[in-house]
């Protein structure tokens, strides 16, 4: 009486321990079996037969299959396979399903969302059709098949798959792997090939996130290879974004160079012949604003040294490298340009050191000698044509934004926001260290650069991850409408007629500044050689990119001059060590970069067989229960 009173709490510990495997752990694949007729038009028709165990916990209502449809293909550009969907089943009987689209391809739900499923055993069929999955080879056409996907979050007890090849096809060879994504498991069997058919068998069960791809190949002759259709619609099928970008930049390309054509192009030059003299009224920061039609640290420089050299200052060369400008209070002749430049760095001060600690003041010098030569020259020797070419700048960015927009998934523009910030601070850092570099302090400059690497590679890191999450293709073509707009922002700057015949006369006094010694014969009545003249002219050599050949030519006169003078030649409006004539050579380089360096506030820089594997090939993607 007693056991049989305890009957009820037997009977009910027994009916939990029973139910306990009807469980969330218990959820599996019982047998994954798959079906792939290969068609001789080149398509596939798969039909995947899944006996599921459901417990209630993941698969309530049914499955869900994920199907990838795009992949990495050759020369880095997207490939995009066709999949659609014939039938669905579940117990024999059709079954309800729909699609969604996911990043990469398509999911279809099995199942009703009104219908839950009681907890047990069900077979669900789907079939479908897929293209451009096979590979067409030089001697062999090819299958890479993941039959099942590595996405799924179930195990499975037993998987099988049976290729059909098209009629007539006999198979050449044949092999499969198994386990998680990369691995090169052999846990299975493969029976002997009859006719057109070959079948592989799982030899374990297989863990969530293991799969098993399977590889077949016949010879050729036997599927159709599909017909090379028009790459730009291919292009545009398989990858919009590298479409959208290319397209887009082919259509400025064209827009550039009809624009150059029209308002761009340099007028003809005319006989050049040799000057003894710069153009009358344009100073060397004149001379070289109208030559490069921009403004430069080495187009101050030379003003400097034009100062210099008429004696309104003197330079002086300090034992760190840095320079001081001091002011000898002479009366002397200045071109407007230069009596600016004059007042803004000097005025009434006896001296100013080129250093960062007068950087507001050196700026303003650099912003007014700027501004002044813009309005000198500007529309009269010569145009840039901005208003041409800022269209254009604009435009490039609108299929690069549209190309992005196309990849789907906010990752792509996450990754670009974060690079559009960083790489104006590494652009920077790199700048700051360039201009360290020119001004040669070469400790700081070291430090900078040291410093700067880290950051560089973040740079470089976050390209990488930006070309995973769309085609590499995209940032590349940027980079190219980047050097396109670079191109053509120099290529549409075009002089005038007034300013063509400036340039041809500033041309004969370049060759006249870099003749070498063996053509002076050929020149009509020069100037003689004397320390005046190379003093007279020395401001335009850094001007005209012509230091080192303006000072060779004078390399025995000033030797000569140095001999009488009882030691090294040095001009009177240069204080420091006595130098030898490359001395002069450097001077433009090194008062331009110390200008520039000098020009930056400290506070705005730091201080401191086979070759497959499991998951590889076309198919794939994974499945879950929902």
């Not at 940027?478 to 005038?496: M, Q």
Request: proline residues 6%; glycine residues 10%; hydrophobic residues 40%.
């Amino acid at each position: 009486m007693k056991s049989g009173r305890r009957l009820p709490g037997v009977t009910l510990v027994a009916l939990l321990l029973a139910a306990a495997p009807v469980g969330a752990q218990t959820e599996r694949i019982l047998h994954f079996d798959s079906r792939i007729e290969i068609r001789a038009d080149a398509s596939l028709v798969v039909t995947e037969t899944l006996r599921v165990r459901a417990a209630g916990a993941a698969i309530k209502r049914g499955i869900y299959r994920d199907f990838p449809q795009l992949y990495r293909g050759r020369w880095g550009l997207q490939q995009r396979t066709g999949f659609h969907v014939l039938q669905a089943r579940r117990d024999g009987a059709p079954e309800t399903f729909r699609l969604e689209p996911r990043e990469n391809g398509q999911r279809v739900y099995l199942g009703r969302s009104d219908v839950m499923l009681a907890p047990g055993d069900y077979t669900y069929e789907l079939t479908y059709r897929t293209d451009r999955q096979l590979g067409f080879f030089a001697d062999h056409d090819e299958l890479y098949w993941n039959v099942t996907g590595n996405g799924w979050a179930f195990a499975m007890d037993q998987v099988t798959a049976t290729v059909i090849l098209p009629p007539g096809a006999a198979l050449t060879s044949a092999e499969a792997y198994t386990g998680p994504s990369g691995a090169r498991g052999r846990d299975y069997t493969r029976s002997p090939a009859t006719n057109h058919t070959v079948q592989f068998a799982t030899t374990r069960p297989l863990q969530p996130r293991e799969g098993l791809t399977l590889v077949a190949a016949w010879p050729k002759g036997h599927v159709q290879a599909p017909a090379a259709h028009d790459p730009w619609m291919n292009l545009l099928r398989d990858d919009p974004g590298v479409a959208l970008a290319l397209g887009g930049l082919l259509l400025i390309f064209v827009y550039y160079v009809v624009v150059w054509i029209a308002v761009g192009r340099d007028p003809a030059p005319g006989t050049i012949i040799p000057q003894y003299g710069p153009p009358k009224g344009f100073s060397p920061a004149a001379v070289r604003n109208l030559v490069e039609m921009r403004f430069d640290h080495t187009a101050f420089a030379a003003n400097l040294i034009s100062l210099a050299t008429k004696g309104a200052v003197s330079i002086q060369q300090n034992a760190d490298k840095t320079y001081t400008v001091n002011n000898k209070r002479e009366a002397v002749e200045m071109l407007p340009d230069e009596q600016a430049l004059f007042n803004n760095l000097l005025g009434s001060r006896q001296s100013l050191p080129l250093i960062q600690s007068h950087h507001a003041t050196i700026k303003e010098a650099l912003s007014n000698l700027k501004r002044s030569l813009a309005f000198k020259l500007e529309k009269t020797y010569f145009r840039t044509n901005f208003r041409y070419w800022l269209p254009g700048l604009l435009c490039t960015l609108a299929p690069i934004a549209l190309s992005l927009q196309s990849y789907k998934g906010g990752e792509a523009w996450g990754i670009l926001l974060w690079l559009a910030i960083w790489t104006t601070g590494v652009t920077f850092l790199l700048s700051s260290t360039a201009t360290l570099w020119r001004g040669r302090q070469w400790a700081q400059a070291l430090v900078m650069t040291c410093f700067s690497l880290p950051f560089l590679g973040g740079e470089l890191m976050g390209i990488w991850l930006l070309t995973r999450a769309i085609s590499v293709w995209v940032p590349a073509l940027f980079v190219a409408g980047v050097l396109i707009n670079g191109l053509f922002y120099h290529l549409l700057k075009a002089p005038t007629r007034a300013g063509r015949q400036l340039l041809d006369h500033i041309e004969g006094f370049r060759r006249y500044l870099s003749v070498a010694e063996q053509d002076r014969l050929n020149l009509e009545n020069p100037p003689q050689r004397t320390p005046e003249l190379f003093e007279q002219f020395l401001p335009y050599a850094p001007a005209l990119n012509v230091e080192q050949q303006w000072a060779e030519q004078f390399e025995a006169v000033l030797a000569q001059a140095g001999v009488a003078e009882h030691g090294g030649y040095s001009p009177s409006w240069h204080h420091g060590t006595a130098w030898p004539t490359n001395g002069f050579v450097l001077l433009g380089s090194s008062l331009a970069g110390a200008i520039a360096s000098s020009s930056t506030a400290p506070g705005s820089r730091s201080g401191g067989g086979g070759g497959g594997s499991s998951g590889g090939g076309g198919g794939g993607g994974g499945g879950g229960g929902w």
